[in-house]
């Protein structure tokens, strides 16, 4: 082998793909933002912060109860081994982590969780595997069957199970499920930095099969990956240019798990998400914006914060999927000390 050869030969490679990442990155996804919104959200997104919060309450106290925060809880119904390779997830087959791999929770166990959210304060249950896309057969016929026992706890019912198909989605309508969670993540630009398996395109589609199986969508994404401003920026105008944009909206601040290729990220500064947050209220009025991973690290005056900026739901309980979570009593001593209540039921 003529190592000089073989040498030049990745230099090429890696210029090739240097030159393909950057014309990604150069050639912005238009088609996915509606301008108007984006003009909008990159005023809003720099104001002073008092005027910023300003109209994020205003707007907040239109369409929601300032003073009421949902409970959700996140049950990890099949853990790990995935063949996806996001960079923030502790749950990738590709990156040594420490989590607890299990497959698909048996009917009981998820009932017990469900049960004991719902005695905690919790109104929606969220239920998450690690899959790639919803597999066909027994783990399918299972779901539909730990939907319809959840849903007759009467929770109202959300999955985040990795893309679906319009078939699919219909029989998840029909089993009752209420909402299903299926993240954009970033900007578009941004998302070739994160993920490689998976094209940005198809998370739209699973989105729209959710939307027209009549199933409630709730999208979002996480903040803290390295991305810049106008990434965060763009990735909101994704969602409020989405028509109808998503009926629930998490804003995730990255949780940096040892053994993933983010883990020496820095912790977000929690200003940052309270922009996020305010803004996500202004452009998207009656969605429900859900603070969501990251709150462990957030002090009780930034949660406040965040609250005051319009985010009216907090997912609860000991952990998230696989990553320690603020913990139920911190959550209702939280809501106690700022006179909050937990609300019922999602208003949409
Ligand atoms: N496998 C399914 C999928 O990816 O669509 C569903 C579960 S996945 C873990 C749900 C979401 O959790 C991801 O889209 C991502 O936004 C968020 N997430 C995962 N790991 C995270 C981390 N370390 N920090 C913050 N958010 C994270
Ligand atoms: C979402 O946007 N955040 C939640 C929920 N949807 C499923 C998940 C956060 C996961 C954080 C990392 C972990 O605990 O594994
Ligand atoms: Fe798999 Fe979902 Fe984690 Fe990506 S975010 S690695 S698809 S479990």
Redesign the pocket.
């Known amino acids: 082998m003529n190592l000089k050869t073989e040498a030049e030969k990745f230099m090429m490679n890696s210029e090739t793909l240097t030159t393909k990442k950057a014309l990604e990155k150069s050639q912005k996804r238009d088609d996915l933002i509606n301008s108007e919104i984006l003009s909008k959200i990159q005023s809003i997104y720099s104001l002073p912060v008092p005027d910023l919060i300003f109209q994020a309450q205003s707007i907040h106290r239109e369409y929601h109860d300032p003073n009421r925060v949902q409970f959700c809880t996140l049950s990890s119904i099949k853990t790990g081994a995935?063949p996806?390779d996001?960079h923030?997830?502790?749950?990738s087959a590709r990156y040594k982590t420490d989590i607890e791999v299990h497959s698909l929770l048996s009917k009981e166990v998820v009932i017990e969780q469900a049960k004991e959210a719902k005695s905690q304060g919790s109104t929606r249950f969220c239920m998450?595997?690690?899959?790639?896309d919803l597999p066909e057969g027994k783990d399918f016929d299972s779901v539909v069957e730990l939907i319809q026992s959840v849903k007759s706890l009467d929770l109202e019912v959300c999955c985040?199970?990795?893309?679906v198909n319009k078939d699919q989605a219909q029989k998840l309508a029909e089993a009752g499920l209420h909402t299903y969670?299926?993240?954009i993540?970033t900007s578009p630009e941004f998302y070739s930095e994160i993920i490689s398996t998976r094209t940005y395109d198809e998370r739209i589609e699973t989105l729209q099969n959710i939307h027209q199986a009549g199933i409630k969508m709730c999208s979002?994404?996480?903040v803290g990956m390295g991305e810049s401003s106008e990434d965060r920026q763009r990735f909101l105008a994704v969602l409020a240019s989405m028509n109808p944009y998503p009926d629930s909206v998490?804003i995730?601040?990255?949780?940096?798990?040892e053994g993933?290729p983010?883990e020496k990220q820095q912790i977000i500064d929690p200003l940052e998400l309270v922009r996020m947050v305010a803004t996500a209220r202004i452009v998207m009025p009656k969605a429900m914006i859900r603070l969501?991973?990251?709150r462990r690290s957030l002090s009780d005056e930034a949660q406040a914060f965040c609250f005051v900026a319009g985010a009216n739901s907090i997912h609860t309980g000991e952990k998230l999927?696989t990553?320690p979570n603020a913990g139920i009593n911190r959550d209702h001593e939280l809501m106690n000390k700022l006179g909050m209540q937990t609300l019922e039921k999602a208003r949409l």
């Open positions: 995935c996806e996001c923030y997830c502790p749950q998450g595997a690690s899959w790639r985040t199970l990795g893309m969670n299926h993240n993540d979002g994404g996480i998490p995730n601040a990255l949780v940096p798990v993933t983010l969501s991973a990251g999927l990553t």
